[in-house]
């Protein structure tokens, strides 16, 4: 069964740094493409960033573009998003989602997430 | 970037109804298209990706249609189930980028 774990989210004040990790099981990691997408309170998700499954392409929402940095550690089975000069609309809950099937850019499935909250 | 619109933004129906969310891109993406549910608390769940192709162990009540800058979620007989939110996404080029969403509620 595929599992995705995420960790690293909670409280930090504006301007400072957080690493959410994603810790992956039940397949072949290094296969597939990995993702972050997030989800405010209350609000629709959006894509935060991805990453292949060789690190030799990644992308970003312009929200995030310059202040985000995603990876991976194929070895530890793991995907990181490095977040730095946080803002309040950082806030939201921060989902680690695969690639689905063949396709790069589509999500399944989805971990249950860890909240970040940016806020003095 | 791709804007992708969704409508309506709340639809109430009963079960058994047939229900229909429409999402238009803001240019063509082919069939780069996906479909999610989202039920509250839980995270998001593929359901149509390609814009047509029924993900695995997903009911065939469900059913998508489209390409280039239009597209249809269909769930033919709505179940109990079913009421959640839903989001289609675009994955024809970074950034990607979902619709705003339409939460299905019991009537």
């Known amino acids: ?120 | 970037d791709i804007q992708m619109t969704q409508s309506p933004s709340s639809v109430s129906a009963s079960v058994g109804d047939r229900v229909t969310i429409t999402c238009q891109a803001s240019q063509g993406i082919s069939s780069w298209l996906a479909w999610y549910q989202q039920k509250p608390g839980k995270a998001p769940k593929l359901l149509i990706y390609a814009a047509s192709s029924l993900q695995s162990g997903v009911p065939s009540r469900f059913s998508g249609s489209g390409s280039g800058t239009d597209f249809t979620l269909t769930i033919s007989s709505l179940q109990p189930e079913d009421f959640a939110t839903y989001y289609c996404q675009q994955a024809n080029s970074f950034p990607l980028t979902f619709g705003g969403g339409t939460k299905v509620e019991i009537k």
């Open chain 1, 1 to 120: 069964e595929v599992q995705l774990v995420e960790s690293g989210g909670g409280l930090v004040q504006p301007g400072r740094s957080l690493r959410l990790s994603c810790a992956a099981s039940g397949f072949t990691f290094d296969d597939y493409a990995m993702h972050w997408v997030r989800q405010a309170p209350g609000k629709g998700l959006e894509w935060v960033s991805g990453i292949s499954w060789n690190s030799g392409s990644t992308g970003y929402a312009d929200s995030v573009k310059g202040r985000f940095t995603i990876s991976r550690d194929n070895a530890k089975n793991s995907l990181y998003l490095q977040m730095n000069s946080l803002r309040a609309e950082d806030t939201a809950l921060y989902y680690c989602a695969k690639q689905a099937g063949a396709a790069p850019n589509w999500f399944d499935p989805w971990g249950q997430g860890t909240l970040v909250t940016v806020s003095s």
